[in-house]
């Protein structure tokens, strides 16, 4: 049964996407970068996941009062998948979008995808509208209700066992799949 989160979704388009998934993202083991990343974290989210999340995408990691540092910090230990709502405060600081709260988060839980633009799209020609706006994240919201849409209604052999997160690996096939 199709979860409702997948409501309108092309089922042929779909069950292309599962066969093809494992082809997609066979070489995602390889990416070191990523794998040191992701693994690295062994403790409850905390503020040094953020590091490790804007070192991963080579960005200058912001610097912020000790105050906000705690704020992200506790939303990052609060925040209880797959909901948002804990993270919409975050887009008030400066330089912050969906997309890199997707990828604190992401580090943080290894269950969040990492929202991209691409992967959205493929979405939308599935069937499944799923708008990419970096300053809203309610639209980040959706694509994780889609995502997780995805992994619910995976067959057995739709998701590959390697090791990384399955969100991971959706959103990578999302974002390569033609």
């Known amino acids: 049964m199709i979860p ?3 409501y309108g979704i092309d089922t ?9 998934l494992p082809g997609l993202v066979a070489d995602s ?15 409850k989210a905390s503020i040094e996941h953020v ?7 080579k960005r200058e990691p912001q610097i912020w009062p000790e105050d906000i540092m705690m704020e992200i910090e506790m939303i990052l230990q609060t ?3 797959p909901d948002v709502s804990l993270l919409e405060h975050l887009l008030t600081l400066d330089n912050l979008d969906t997309k890199r709260i997707s990828e604190w988060v992401h ?3 290894n269950l ?5 633009e691409k992967a ?11 708008p990419y706006r970096p300053d809203d994240m309610a639209s980040y919201g959706l694509f994780v209700s889609r995502i997780e849409g995805l992994k619910i209604y995976a067959p057995a052999k739709g998701l590959p066992e390697i090791g990384l997160p399955r969100a991971r690996m959706l959103q990578l096939g999302l974002e390569r799949f033609e």
């Open 4 to 6: 409702v989160s997948l």
């Open 112 to 116: 969040y995808p990492i929202y991209t």
């Open 12 to 20: 042929d388009e779909c069950e292309r996407f599962y066969s093809e």
């Open 107 to 109: 580090f943080s839980t």
């Open 29 to 43: 083991i390889e990416d070191e970068h990523y794998a040191k990343a992701i693994f690295s974290i062994q403790e």
């Open 120 to 130: 959205c799209e493929t979405l939308t020609k599935m069937g499944l509208d799923t």
């Open 79 to 81: 925040i209880n998948y």
């Open 51 to 57: 590091f490790i999340s804007e070192k991963w995408s």
